[in-house]
C-alpha cells in the first residue's frame, strides 16, 4: 500500500501564476482533504472532497479550488497566485463513516516568487 | 467553532527522561483527538488517537497520551524520550457529530530530545 501519494514534491511559481497540485488517497479511502501549512504553523483545512463535491470548505478564497476524480484522487488549484501562498500543501485521505485517522501525504512545497 | 491550543512552542527534555507535550481543546460535543508528528519537510504522521472509552491511550513508538474531559485536555505523553522523538507535534481534534472528518489543529509543538 502506497498510502497517500502528492505531486510534485516541489514547486516554484511567478506570482499571478496558476498551479495544480496533485493527491492520490490511501487504497481504500474515499474522502479527500487538503490543508495549508505555513511556516511555523499548523495545517489550516482548505477544503474536503466527497463522491467528487467539495463538501466542505475552509476560510479560503475562491482562487483555491479543487476537483475530485471517480477513482478517489483530487486535485487543488490555485489561481493568481500571491507571495503569501508559499506554503507546504498536505493531502490528507479517509474513509467517510468511520471514525479512522486521516492519512498524510509528504506534502508539496509551493514558493511563490 | 472548535480550537486547539498547544501552549508551549518548544519542550526540552534529556534524552530517558519523560516527556509531555500539552493540548487542550475547545470543540461542541464529544471529540475525537488526535496526535501526529513531522520530521523536517515531511507530511504528518499519525500517532494516536483519543474516540471513546479508555482515557489512557496508547499509540506508535511508546507514546501515550490521555483524555481529560473535565479539563478538555488531551497531553502527549513518553516514559522515556529518545534523542529519534525530536520532531514537530500536533495536536488535532474534530467533532464526533461532524459528518465531515475535517480537522483543526493545534500551532504545533517542537519536541527537542538532548543526548
Known amino acids: 500500500d502506497a498510502g497517500v501519494t502528492q505531486s510534485p514534491t516541489h514547486l516554484i511559481k511567478t506570482r499571478g501564476q496558476q498551479v495544480t497540485l496533485r493527491c492520490s488517497p490511501k487504497?481504500?479511502?474515499?474522502?479527500v482533504s487538503w490543508y495549508q501549512q505555513a511556516l511555523g504553523q499548523g495545517p489550516q483545512f482548505i477544503f474536503q472532497y466527497y463522491e467528487e463535491e467539495e463538501r466542505q470548505r475552509g476560510n479560503f478564497p475562491d482562487r483555491f479550488s479543487g476537483h475530485q476524480y471517480p477513482n478517489y484522487s483530487s486535485e487543488l488549484n490555485v489561481n493568481a497566485l500571491l507571495l503569501g501562498d508559499s506554503a507546504l500543501y498536505l493531502c490528507?485521505?479517509?474513509?467517510?463513516?468511520?471514525?479512522?485517522?486521516?492519512?498524510f501525504g509528504q506534502g508539496t512545497r509551493l514558493t511563490v516568487v | 467553532a472548535q480550537s486547539v491550543a498547544q501552549p508551549e512552542d518548544q519542550v526540552n527534555v534529556a534524552e530517558g527522561n519523560p516527556l509531555t507535550v500539552k493540548c487542550t481543546y475547545s470543540?461542541?460535543?464529544?471529540?475525537?483527538l488526535f496526535w501526529y508528528v513531522q520530521y523536517p519537510n515531511r507530511g504528518l504522521q499519525f500517532l494516536l488517537k483519543?474516540?471513546?472509552?479508555?482515557?489512557l491511550v496508547k499509540g506508535s513508538y511508546g507514546f501515550e497520551a490521555e483524555f481529560n474531559k473535565s479539563q478538555t485536555s488531551f497531553h502527549l505523553k513518553k516514559p522515556s524520550a529518545l534523542v529519534s522523538d525530536s520532531a514537530l507535534y500536533f495536536c488535532a481534534v474534530r467533532a464526533e457529530n461532524s459528518g465531515y472528518s475535517t480537522l483543526t489543529f493545534g500551532k504545533g509543538t517542537m519536541l527537542l530530545v538532548s543526548p
Open positions: 487504497s481504500g479511502h474515499d474522502t
Open positions: 490528507a485521505s479517509s474513509r467517510a463513516g468511520t471514525r479512522t485517522e486521516a492519512f
Open positions: 470543540v461542541s460535543g464529544n471529540p475525537y
Open positions: 483519543y474516540i471513546t472509552g479508555d482515557n
